[in-house]
């Protein structure tokens, strides 16, 4: 009997399945893409969350805006939160799974998304679901029937722009020099993850099981991606834990934000997210509208809390000259300019962002915030009012 075996009780009877090498690469492949699960559960949140979407598999990243294919990544996925799932298969016998792998993947997440937009990914998805015989939003809803399909794709978009994507490398076996690259990876860089699956087959009288073991999964990355155990943020654990990893200036404009919304907007919406954040929301062409998304963001040494507008969701509501109006207010802010003109270009089907230290170094900045939003929510005079 080989050392590493499963036993499997079939009935009255106990099979063993031996582990078993992957025939070719393809083989591996084919199995992810038919059942995404056996990667979904470790890799993601539990309940409905660990379901996947697939995307596509062997799908072009361009590296330019609308630009021809480049690379080809294995597999796309989609989870529960519309968070990006880049897979790379690799069999533990291919000498590139060490390192030239990472190089590869780090080019096509990099790439993904910057240059996917999510309306592009639901084509893809469409058309992936129309091969299974699936048409319109089913492959969305046979996974999560509860969700608005609509605020699922902007939260593809949203996850998308603030560079939200897990990278999964899939193996039968990941040697200990990638283990120990992928730990590393995954201890440093937020908000994005990255995890390696061990994948080996076991097989035996026409049985098959596979036996997924999660590499990066940390004590340390758990505590930086997770904090706050999925509770829902108030603002004052968003201000204590924004006061334990940001600057005086970054809390003093959080602060600042919170009293916009209670002079003249409508609420704050509260995430739910392992990071803090919260939106504010007003009133836009008569109806409580979410405008703005601030995330405090991880205590990981690079990480830095973020802001992004709905500009996206806006744009479909309010004539495109309004837009165009905030957009040059907020071009004020030089790291923002880039953004905008992204954004621009796929006709404001984009949440442009900035790092709030990017806002926070000039008052000017900040009042370009407060400006653009009195734009959006046509009050031209509530910016100047006194705090």
């Known amino acids: 009997m080989d050392s590493d075996a499963i036993f499997l009780k079939v009935g009255a009877e106990l099979m063993l399945l031996n582990e078993a090498p992957y025939a070719t690469e393809n083989v591996l492949q084919q199995a992810l893409a038919e059942h995404p699960e056996v990667i979904a559960g470790p890799t993601t949140a539990g309940g409905d969350t660990g379901r996947l979407l697939l995307v596509r598999r062997e799908i072009g990243v361009p590296g330019t805006l609308d630009g021809a294919r480049v690379w080809s990544l294995d597999h796309l996925f989609l989870d529960g ?51 299974a015989g699936l048409a319109g939003d089913d492959p969305v809803t046979r996974l999560w029937p509860e969700v608005d399909v609509d605020e699922y794709w902007r939260k593809v978009q949203t996850n998308l722009d603030a560079g939200r994507m897990r990278m999964l490398f899939v193996a039968d076996r990941i040697p200990a020099e990638l283990a120990r690259i992928i730990e590393f990876l995954n201890e440093q860089m937020s908000p994005a993850e990255v995890l390696g699956v061990e994948l080996p087959q076991y097989v035996g009288g026409g049985h098959t099981a596979y036996v997924p073991r999660v590499i990066g999964q940390t004590s340390r990355a758990q505590d930086i991606k997770n904090p706050g155990g999925g509770q829902l943020w108030t603002k004052q654990t968003l201000l204590a834990t ?30 739910k997210g392992v990071t803090p954040g919260v939106s504010g929301w007003y009133v836009v062409a008569g109806q409580p509208t979410a405008v703005w998304n601030l995330n405090v963001n991880s205590d990981a040494p690079n990480s830095r809390a973020y802001l992004y507008f709905y500009l996206a969701d806006l744009a479909r509501r309010l004539p495109v000259e309004v837009i165009e109006r905030a957009a040059a207010t907020l071009e004020a802010i030089p790291a923002m300019k880039p953004k905008l003109d992204e954004a621009r270009a796929v006709a404001w089907n984009k949440y442009p962002s900035v790092y709030l230290p990017d806002v926070v170094t000039s008052t000017s900045f900040s009042n370009a915030v407060l400006e653009a939003i009195s734009v959006l929510i046509d009050d031209p005079t509530a910016s100047s009012r006194p705090e």
Request: proline fraction near 2%; aromatic fraction near 8%; charge should be positive.
């Open 242 to 271: 924004a006061r334990e990893r940001r600057s005086d200036r970054e809390v003093a404009f959080m602060e600042r934000l919170f009293a916009d919304v209670r002079r003249r907007g409508v609420k704050n919406g509260w995430g």
């Open 81 to 131: 939160e519309g968070v990006p799932v880049v897979v790379e298969v690799k069999r533990s016998s291919d000498t590139r799974i060490r390192r030239e792998v990472v190089g590869q993947r780090l080019d096509y997440a990099a790439n993904g998304a910057k240059y996917w937009p999510a309306e592009r990914l639901r084509q893809l998805v469409d058309e992936t679901g129309a091969s």
